[in-house]
């Protein structure tokens, strides 16, 4: 799982496999260690809610998908889900999660081969 963040936006990229183990066990977590502290990213399944949710409490960021929206993005072509989270005095943070496709141009610094095609075949 890979995430981005820029300005109040996060992004959550999945691989295939990735994918499927947060459709089966509705949890997923990556940890980037710095010396004696981490920061912890990880995406939650809810069972209730009609829209991605966001909590950043202990240095862990965790974003939360409803059950029908984890549905249809493990069982179909969609690509991914986004919601604009209001954050209070008109400020809002923007929420991605999508599927990982393979690079289509410049070289491949790491293994790929459990993301998903990429249906764009050149830049």
Not at 71 to 89: D, N
Request: aromatic residues 12%.
């Amino acid at each position: 799982m890979k995430i981005r963040i820029k300005g109040n936006s996060v992004r959550l990229r999945l691989s295939r496999p990735e994918i499927e183990l947060f459709g089966k066990e509705g949890y997923l977590e990556e940890k980037t260690e710095f010396g004696k502290s981490a920061f912890v990213y990880a995406i939650q399944k809810l069972f209730d809610g009609k829209s991605l949710d966001a909590s950043f409490t202990d240095k862990k960021l965790t974003l939360f998908v409803p059950q029908k929206i984890v549905q249809e993005w493990i069982s179909t072509e969609v690509v991914g889900f986004s919601h604009e989270l209001p954050i209070g005095e008109n400020k809002t943070l923007f929420l991605l999660i999508e599927k990982d496709f393979k690079c289509v141009d410049g070289e491949e610094t790491e293994d790929q081969s459990d993301y998903f095609d990429n249906p764009v075949k050149t830049c």
